[in-house]
């Protein structure tokens, strides 16, 4: 895989220590609490599997499957839900893990969609956001890392179903997306 790599733009070393970070946040706010953790597949699973062993609290864990994209990088503006999740959220702590926000249309469906089931809370983690690119507002309480308008791939993030494995966050070369 790494021969399809362009760049390297946020390395697994700097990833965890930003998920231990946003874990030991988390855990402090949520003290006393029971959280559950509502991942957006499939991107969000490896943020998500790495993020609750770094909550030192009681949580649980639930995942919705949104689509607003096919197998390219750019958005259809058409938001889906494929599955939806298997608690109900009412009165419950929640906190949706999400792996990247983009246009951030996505995310702001699926926050009217939990809102409405009358949670306790409700509040947005994302490793990574791109800013240049919003078109919604979002109030995202947990943020990994701000990154530049290009499609990046790696830590669960993929391109055409692949490259979720890479530890990395990266850019990959212009000649893949091509082909
Ligand atoms: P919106 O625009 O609704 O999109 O905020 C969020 C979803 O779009 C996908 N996305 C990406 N996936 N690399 C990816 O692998 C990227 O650079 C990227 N940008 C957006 C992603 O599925 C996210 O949940
Ligand atoms: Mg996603």
Request: charged share 30%.
């Amino acid at each position: 895989m790494m021969p399809d790599v362009k760049e390297v733009l946020i390395p697994s070393s700097e990833v965890q220590a930003k998920v231990r970070e946003l874990g030991a946040r988390i855990t402090e706010d949520y003290e006393g609490e029971r959280p559950l953790l509502v991942g957006v597949l499939r991107g969000a699973v490896v943020v998500m599997s790495d993020l609750m062993r770094n909550i030192d609290l009681p949580c649980e864990l639930d995942f919705m499957d949104i689509s607003s994209y096919g197998s390219g990088t750019s958005s259809s503006g058409v938001v889906r839900i494929l599955k939806d999740l298997e608690e109900d959220v009412t009165g419950r702590h929640v906190l949706v893990v999400e792996d990247i926000i983009d246009t951030g249309l996505t995310l702001s469906y699926l926050m009217r969609s939990l809102k409405a089931r009358k949670p306790a809370s409700l509040e947005i983690c994302a490793l990574l956001t791109k800013p240049s690119r919003r078109k919604v507002d979002l109030d995202v309480k947990y943020l990994g890392f701000e990154v530049p308008d290009e499609f990046v791939v790696g830590y669960g993030l993929d391109f055409a179903g692949a490259y979720r494995n890479l530890p990395d966050i990266c850019i990959l070369k212009e000649e893949v997306f091509a082909s």
